[in-house]
């Protein structure tokens, strides 16, 4: 899955891409998005009668990929006997895993629509289930695959050219060679698939649906409930005493959890632990990275520039403790804006009419399809009681189209997390247009860039356009906050996941008190706590718990690389440069037809490996502030 921030307002998921929409010609309405108007804005719900008509429907499928997947195992054994049989069976099982993937979304975005729903659990758990038993039915195919041979394979390729959709898959079974077993070890590993994925279920039941969230009363008598959504939107509030208030309150209730959620992010390590040492991989960094093709001086390289820029960073918090007005800056003081200025509301209409406005450098071709998705039943776009947290774009259903799940607050945090899901969302549609389903799926890496970038092209089009200072500054602060969460924070938490495995790699037990320790430890580094520039209380370094991404296994990285190559490509792009932003288009038009990285150096000569890479984010942070400064 592909995910977007861990903030709990700013979490975005995306599950691998595999969405397909006809490009056909759609004109551009300047006005299609109006601003005004008394009326409140709609509140959207998606149409899921595009993947089913209706829950019959949904079970019929489920009993007929039931049988597809049992109809497997009678392909066993026949990909070598000639090109064309190898073609046949692999056209079959791509067949089989694409319906398995659209039965799957069907459920799971009923699930999230209301976690409450016991009937939509049950109908979730199925369908994980079903994508477990696929699994199981297809592990014969890699090492089939390699007992063919790779001269043998060669051949099959060049006799056969519609294996051409399959060549990256087949090439990239046999760059796992080292790393795959025997069948019958292959097929147990399929069939523990769901114990070993099951952590980050465990948080989601933990955090949206068992958690008793408390309720607070603000200053101004307002009483407000602290769930994941409500923490998001209250640890901003102005007064700084409700803001420590949200915050005891809110990581006292997790504190309460601290030994069930560190039994779980536990589980989830030594289950990486697992996968690594089965797979005879160096370690579980190298596995998690091997899939994507990614080298781990990519990980390393992050860590090394954000630990050498953490004075550009503390220049930041002193100067937002400058215009908070704020001489011991505390980490609840993080979040609130750092001017106080009334922007108006970011309603639904308002975030579509802006977004669009802010990505015309994108050109003719981006704007069609973002205009198309927009005018489509595609979202969920509020808060509603039991609804997942947070946001993302779910593009799995090839032959559909993607899927956005929002929690809009009607702020400008909100109408950024719009522009970010639909960046992803316009990715999904430009890599199904060029690719079949056998490579539309898109890595993370490159999925964060589609999205961050649309974040920064929105944030500069908001300070360009600022009708006074206080309001331009209020938008060079939100642009500064979304380096601060996405470059910094990530890469803290990435430090954080790679210390909790190399601790369980050297036999270290981690509990609830060890992990706080070390998430505490990093959290008051990179936050200048022993240097004065801001105090961290203990009783927030439970903020551990809370990360959903820490259940799911070294993703969080990608969103500090992605916004580093975003910053990359807009440095270019803001200055007008279309030959940057034609090779971004061809990025993201490239899907998952080969290596993201590799993708990125074909493609555009980004290098991330290299510490060049990092340069125009840092430029961009020193930039941001200097403007602020210049206004004060």
């Given at each position: 899955?592909?995910?977007?921030?861990?903030?709990?307002?700013?979490?975005?998921?995306?599950?691998?891409?595999?969405?397909?929409?006809?490009?056909?010609?759609?004109s551009?309405?300047?006005?299609?998005?109006?601003?005004?108007?008394?009326?409140?804005?709609?509140?959207?719900?998606?149409?899921?009668?595009?993947?089913?008509?209706?829950?019959?429907?949904?079970q019929?499928?489920?009993?007929?990929?039931?049988?597809?997947?049992?109809?497997?195992?009678?392909l066993?054994?026949?990909?070598?006997?000639?090109?064309?049989?190898?073609?046949?069976?692999?056209?079959?099982?791509?067949?089989?895993?694409?319906?398995?993937?659209?039965?799957?979304?069907?459920t799971?975005?009923?699930?999230?629509?209301?976690?409450?729903?016991?009937?939509?659990?049950?109908?979730?758990?199925?369908?994980?289930?079903?994508?477990?038993?696929?699994?199981?039915?297809?592990?014969?195919?890699?090492?089939?695959?390699?007992?063919?041979?790779?001269?043998?394979?060669?051949?099959?390729?060049?006799?056969?050219?519609?294996?051409a959709?399959?060549?990256?898959?087949?090439?990239?079974?046999?760059?796992?060679?080292?790393?795959?077993?025997d069948?019958?070890?292959?097929?147990?590993?399929?069939?523990?698939?769901?114990?070993?994925?099951s952590?980050?279920q465990?948080?989601?039941n933990?955090?949206?649906?068992?958690?008793?969230?408390?309720?607070?009363?603000?200053?101004?008598?307002n009483?407000?409930?602290?769930?994941?959504?409500?923490?998001?939107?209250?640890?901003?509030?102005?007064?700084?005493?409700?803001?420590?208030?949200v915050?005891?309150?809110?990581?006292?209730?997790?504190?309460?959890?601290?030994?069930?959620?560190?039994?779980?992010?536990?589980?989830?390590?030594?289950?990486?632990?697992?996968?690594?040492r089965?797979?005879n991989?160096?370690?579980?960094?190298?596995?998690?990275?091997?899939?994507?093709g990614?080298?781990?001086?990519?990980?390393?390289?992050l860590?090394?520039?954000?630990?050498?820029?953490?004075?550009?960073?503390?220049?930041?918090?002193?100067?937002?403790?400058?215009m908070?007005?704020?001489?011991?800056?505390r980490?609840?003081?993080?979040y609130?804006?750092?001017?106080?200025?009334?922007?108006?509301?970011?309603?639904?209409?308002?975030?579509?009419?802006?977004?669009?406005?802010?990505?015309?450098?994108?050109?003719?071709?981006y704007?069609?399809?973002?205009?198309?998705?927009?005018?489509?039943?595609?979202?969920?776009?509020?808060?509603?009681?039991?609804?997942?947290?947070?946001?993302?774009?779910?593009?799995?259903?090839?032959?559909?189209?993607?899927?956005?799940?929002?929690?809009?607050?009607?702020?400008?945090?909100?109408?950024?997390?719009?522009?970010?899901?639909?960046?992803?969302?316009?990715?999904?549609?430009?890599?199904?247009?060029?690719?079949?389903?056998?490579?539309?799926g898109?890595?993370?890496?490159?999925?964060?860039?589609?999205?961050?970038?649309?974040?920064?092209?929105?944030?500069?089009y908001?300070?360009?356009?600022?009708?006074?200072?206080?309001e331009?500054?209020?938008?060079?602060?939100?642009?500064?906050?979304?380096?601060?969460?996405?470059?910094?924070?990530?890469?803290?938490?990435?430090?954080?996941?790679?210390?909790?495995?190399?601790?369980?790699e050297?036999?270290?037990?981690?509990?609830?008190?060890?992990?706080?320790?070390?998430?505490?430890?990093?959290?008051?580094?990179?936050?200048?706590?022993?240097?004065?520039?801001?105090?961290?209380?203990?009783?927030?370094?439970?903020?551990?718990?809370?990360?959903?991404?820490?259940?799911?296994?070294?993703?969080?990285?990608?969103?500090?690389?992605?916004?580093?190559?975003?910053?990359?490509f807009?440095?270019q792009?803001?200055?007008?440069?279309?030959?940057?932003?034609?090779?971004?288009?061809?990025?993201?038009?490239?899907?998952?037809?080969?290596?993201?990285?590799?993708i990125?150096?074909?493609?555009a000569?980004?290098?991330?490996?290299?510490?060049?890479?990092?340069?125009?984010?840092?430029?961009?942070?020193?930039?941001?502030?200097?403007?602020?400064?210049?206004?004060?």
């Amino acid at each position: 899955m592909l995910c977007s921030g861990p903030e709990s307002q700013m979490y975005t998921e995306h599950v691998l891409i595999r969405s397909l929409v006809q490009l056909c010609s759609i004109s551009l309405f300047l006005n299609v998005f109006s601003v005004s108007g008394a009326q409140s804005p709609p509140q959207y719900e998606w149409d899921l009668s595009d993947i089913y008509p209706d829950l019959g429907s949904w079970q019929s499928a489920m009993a007929e990929i039931s049988i597809s997947i049992e109809s497997l195992a009678e392909l066993k054994g026949t990909l070598s006997d000639s090109p064309q049989a190898m073609l046949s069976a692999l056209r079959v099982y791509s067949s089989v895993n694409k319906e398995v993937a659209r039965a799957y979304v069907y459920t799971s975005l009923q699930r999230d629509a209301d976690q409450r729903e016991p009937e939509a659990q049950a109908r979730f758990g199925l369908s994980r289930q079903m994508f477990s038993d696929l699994s199981e039915a297809v592990s014969w195919i890699n090492p089939e695959v390699l007992s063919i041979g790779e001269s043998r394979v060669n051949q099959f390729l060049n006799a056969e050219p519609a294996l051409a959709d399959f060549e990256f898959m087949i090439r990239d079974i046999l760059r796992q060679e080292p790393h795959t077993l025997d069948e019958a070890t292959e097929t147990i590993l399929a069939q523990a698939g769901m114990v070993l994925s099951s952590p980050s279920q465990i948080y989601q039941n933990y955090a949206n649906a068992d958690i008793p969230w408390p309720t607070v009363i603000l200053s101004e008598g307002n009483e407000v409930t602290l769930n994941q959504s409500g923490y998001s939107l209250w640890r901003a509030a102005p007064n700084r005493d409700d803001r420590k208030l949200v915050f005891d309150t809110f990581w006292e209730t997790w504190q309460q959890y601290a030994d069930g959620m560190g039994a779980t992010l536990a589980s989830e390590v030594q289950s990486n632990l697992f996968s690594a040492r089965v797979r005879n991989h160096d370690g579980v960094l190298a596995n998690n990275l091997f899939d994507d093709g990614l080298p781990p001086s990519i990980y390393t390289q992050l860590v090394a520039q954000v630990n050498s820029a953490l004075p550009t960073f503390h220049r930041y918090l002193k100067l937002r403790g400058r215009m908070l007005d704020i001489e011991d800056l505390r980490y609840y003081d993080i979040y609130p804006a750092l001017v106080d200025v009334d922007t108006g509301v970011f309603d639904l209409n308002r975030s579509k009419e802006i977004t669009f406005e802010a990505l015309r450098p994108f050109g003719e071709e981006y704007l069609n399809l973002l205009e198309y998705g927009l005018a489509q039943d595609w979202m969920h776009s509020h808060p509603q009681p039991g609804k997942r947290s947070g946001a993302y774009m779910n593009g799995s259903v090839y032959d559909v189209h993607p899927y956005v799940l929002l929690n809009h607050n009607d702020d400008y945090e909100s109408m950024s997390t719009f522009a970010h899901e639909w960046g992803h969302a316009v990715h999904s549609l430009l890599a199904n247009a060029s690719n079949p389903y056998e490579t539309a799926g898109y890595s993370t890496f490159t999925a964060e860039m589609a999205s961050t970038i649309n974040e920064i092209l929105l944030q500069e089009y908001m300070i360009a356009n600022a009708v006074t200072d206080e309001e331009r500054l209020f938008y060079l602060g939100g642009a500064l906050e979304q380096i601060r969460g996405t470059l910094f924070r990530q890469t803290m938490f990435a430090e954080f996941e790679l210390a909790i495995h190399e601790a369980a790699e050297q036999g270290e037990p981690l509990t609830g008190p060890k992990l706080t320790e070390i998430y505490g430890e990093l959290l008051k580094r990179y936050h200048g706590h022993d240097l004065g520039v801001l105090t961290v209380d203990d009783a927030y370094t439970i903020e551990w718990a809370f990360i959903p991404h820490f259940y799911r296994d070294f993703y969080v990285f990608q969103y500090a690389t992605s916004i580093s190559g975003a910053a990359w490509f807009a440095e270019q792009f803001l200055a007008g440069d279309e030959e940057v932003r034609d090779s971004f288009i061809r990025v993201l038009s490239a899907g998952g037809s080969d290596y993201p990285h590799d993708i990125l150096l074909k493609e555009a000569g980004l290098d991330m490996t290299q510490a060049a890479a990092y340069e125009p984010i840092m430029r961009r942070m020193n930039s941001l502030m200097d403007r602020i400064e210049a206004l004060l």
